[in-house]
């Protein structure tokens, strides 16, 4: 009865003295997180623990909270556009403010490649005129990519434009340096 007393005991104590215990080796850490260049907060910044997977992201106004278990001797700090900055933690009560510099992001170059060739003649077959009303011209001209015909009266008179270039003898034209 005896054993059983002094076991009862000891799992007693060890769960009252447990909780209190981890409490005391969870370390919180607050702060702020800013452009160095004009204070403006930076909105989803990552604060991770150094060398741990413990991390957080700064809300609207840059301010973050952050729990880890044990001590935290450091924080890395990252945000897109921004150079990475790693922030000694002396004083975890301490509210810290941690300035990041910009550093532009380097992205490679883009080449636009055509699976095919695109022709830069285009040809109105007999087919293609038969396709329309076989009255007016421009409406079968306007089937060609890049051409556009406007006929001014029933009788005649027509605008011809290739690829947005409207050549002018008067120099009036937007699309003329006359």
């Not at 285009?122 to 079968?140: F, M, N, P, Q």
Request: charged fraction near 15%; hydrophobic fraction near 40%; glycine fraction near 10%.
């Amino acid at each position: 009865m005896l054993k059983r007393y002094r076991y009862s005991l000891l799992v007693w104590t060890v769960l009252l003295v447990a909780p209190p215990a981890a409490a005391r080796a969870q370390t919180s850490v607050h702060g702020t997180v800013v452009d160095q260049q004009t204070g403006a907060p930076l909105v989803g910044a990552a604060v991770v623990v150094t060398g741990s997977n413990t991390g957080v992201v700064t809300n609207e106004s840059g301010a973050f909270a952050i729990s880890a278990r044990g001590g935290v001797s450091s924080l890395t700090v990252s945000s897109i556009g921004y150079a990475s900055k790693t922030v000694p933690v002396s004083d975890a009560d301490a509210l810290l403010y941690i300035r990041l510099s910009p550093e532009p992001v380097r992205l490679p170059g883009v080449q636009v490649v055509s699976a095919r060739a695109t022709p830069s003649v285009g040809v109105l077959s007999e087919h293609d005129l038969h396709r329309t009303d076989e009255i007016s011209l421009d409406k079968a001209i306007n089937t060609l990519p890049g051409v556009f015909m406007q006929s001014r009266t029933p009788w005649g008179g027509a605008r011809i434009t290739l690829r947005g270039y409207y050549p002018s003898t008067s120099g009036n034209s937007p699309n003329s340096n006359g």
